[in-house]
T-cell receptor, first 111, second 114 residues
Framework: KQEVTQIPAALSVPEGENLVLNCSFTDSAIYNLQWFRQDPGKGLTSLLLIQSSQREQTSGRLNASLDKSSGRSTLYIAASQPGDSATYLCAVSSGTYKYIFGTGTRLKVLA | GAGVSQSPSNKVTEKGKDVELRCDPI?????LYWYRQSLGQGLEFLIYFQGNSAPDKSGLPSDRFSAERTGGSVSTLTIQRTQQEDSAVYLC????????????FGSGTRLTVV
């Protein structure tokens, strides 16, 4: 049974810092991995999608990497801003439609 | 519509009452998903629709939970005889089809059972 773990559970950093969020999963036979952002009282917004054949994806200040063999993904946020404060969720799918989510990392960027 | 719409945004109900949660997906999206997010826990898959049929209902926690989708569009999640452990945020998402990995989520319905 696939399990997804995210470390740390919460993180507080000063504005401008580069930071790394970690995600690990127990079954390396994944179809794809997504990183989502969730703001309080809002739904989830997809940030980056990495297909199983890919090693990384980049969007602006965000870079996500995938190492299937070790069951790990990282989300790198460069030059963090207060607007980046949110909960970041990692999700993996072993098939075409169902995702297994981690419990998230709650990020606070201090001005 | 432009996004996935869920209603109500908040629902407080008494234990034992039935509730209906509604999801209106993006127009043209054939796949629709319901997830539940309990306090301090990750999102938990409930059910998946492709068109009007539900090939995977494996996440529904008990027979008090049911869902339907009509016209390949709006979906309703019904919880009968609500219990306090049903309190959670219920999130709906849609995608172009089941092979499209990109979900669009709604803002969710926060259900509180008192």
């Amino acid at each position: 049974k696939q399990e997804v773990t995210q470390i740390p559970a919460a993180l507080s950093v000063p504005e401008g810092e580069n930071l790394v969020l970690n995600c690990s999963f127990t079954d390396s036979a994944i179809y794809n991995l997504q990183w989502f952002r969730q703001d309080p009282g809002k739904g989830l917004t997809s940030l980056l999608l990495i297909q199983s054949s890919q090693r990384e994806q980049t969007s602006g200040r965000l870079n996500a990497s995938l190492d299937k063999s070790s069951g790990r993904s990282t989300l790198y946020i460069a030059a963090s801003q207060p607007g980046d404060s949110a909960t970041y969720l990692c999700a993996v799918s072993s098939g075409t439609y169902k995702y297994i989510f981690g419990t998230g990392t709650r990020l606070k960027v201090l001005a | 519509g432009a996004g996935v719409s869920q209603s109500p945004s908040n629902k407080v109900t008494e234990k034992g009452k039935d509730v209906e949660l509604r999801c209106d997906p993006i127009s043209g999206h054939t796949a629709l998903y319901w997830y539940r997010q309990s306090l301090g826990q990750g999102l938990e898959f409930l059910i998946y629709f492709q068109g009007n049929s539900a090939p995977d209902k494996s996440g529904l926690p008990s027979d008090r939970f049911s869902a339907e989708r009509t016209g390949g569009s709006v979906s309703t999640l019904t919880i009968q005889r609500t219990q306090q452990e049903d309190s959670a945020v219920y999130l709906c998402a849609s995608s172009e089809d089941s092979y499209s990995p990109g979900y669009t989520f709604g803002s969710g319905t926060r259900l509180t059972v008192v």
